[in-house]
Every structure is written in C-alpha cells, then in structure tokens.
C-alpha cells in the first residue's frame, strides 16, 4: 500500500503579503521540526517509545540513537524534508513532497504503519501540526514585524 501523502492546511490572514506568508510558512517547519526534535507530538504530548526490534537493529546501533530520547531523527532526511507545498489568500500548505521517501517516512510514523498496511495508533507519533496557540504566536511576531 502506498504512503498517504503527508500534509497540513493552516488557515492564516487572507491579508497577510506573500513575504510574510512565506516567514510563517517557515517559522511553522521551524516550530515542528523543533518540538519533534524534543520528542513531542504536535499535541505537545510524549512519542511512544522506540520497539525493542528496532533499539537492537543496526540501523538503531549505526545512528548512535539513545532508547530514550525518541525523536525521529535516524539520518535527518525526513525533517529536512518538510517544507512549503502551496501557499495562498488565507491558506499555507505544509508537508512532504508526494511519493518521496521523506513522505514515506513521515507517513509511517504519523499512521504508526512502519512498512504494515495498517496503522497502529499505540505506536503513532503524528509531529505534523500546529497548535491554534502556536499558530497565533507565530503570525503575531510576523505581523509586529510590520
């Protein structure tokens, strides 16, 4: 079964220029890749834990991963991935590029599928989002700047 395309719509201003649009595009990459970086979900929650099969892979061994600091970061590839599809009046599209390998990844772990066809929410760790809190904070700095 191939991947779900992995995005997000995020409603912003329609009076917003295509330069600010842009700088909250990225400010919004920059606070996901951030909070993923420190284990949380884009609920601000904890990821669950690695599976043991994977902790004794090489992969695993090879990545210098610590069992407890789960961040899905393996070689970086897939959160560098993570960019601006489509921006509008009113809307950003934020995700992975579809059919990538990053989109893949994402997918697997957002589903929680990790190569199954189907998703098992126990071990999903869905990091792509931005709280309506996040959002704010971050289209007001980019409108202060004004």
Same mark, same amino acid.
């Given at each position: 079964? &191939?991947?779900?395309?992995?995005?997000?719509?995020?409603?912003? &201003?329609?009076?917003?220029?295509?330069? %600010?649009? /842009?700088?909250?595009?990225?400010?919004?990459? %920059? /606070?996901i890749v951030d909070r993923t970086l420190d284990g949380k979900d884009k609920r601000g929650k904890g990821f669950p !834990?690695?599976?043991?099969e994977y902790i004794k892979s090489l992969d695993f061994n090879n990545a210098g991963k610590s069992a407890s600091d789960v961040n899905l970061q393996l070689s970086g590839d897939m959160l560098a991935a993570l960019t601006l599809l489509n921006e509008t009046d009113g809307k950003l599209t *934020?995700?992975?590029?579809?059919?990538?390998?990053?989109?893949? /990844?994402?997918?697997?772990?957002? /589903? !929680?599928?990790? !190569?199954q066809e189907r998703g098992n929410r126990k071990?999903?760790?869905?990091?792509? !989002?931005?709280? &309506?809190?996040?959002?704010?904070?971050?289209?007001?700095?980019? *409108?202060?700047e004004r």
């Open positions: 079964m &191939p991947a779900k395309h992995q995005y997000i719509d995020v409603k912003i &201003p329609k009076s917003l220029s295509k330069k %600010e649009r /842009r700088e909250i595009a990225d400010l919004i990459v %920059e /606070r !834990g690695y599976s043991k *934020i995700g992975f590029e579809d059919g990538s390998d990053e989109n893949a /990844r994402a997918d697997g772990n957002i /589903r !929680g599928t990790y !190569g071990k999903a760790r869905d990091f792509l !989002g931005v709280s &309506p809190k996040e959002l704010k904070t971050i289209i007001d700095m980019v *409108i202060s």
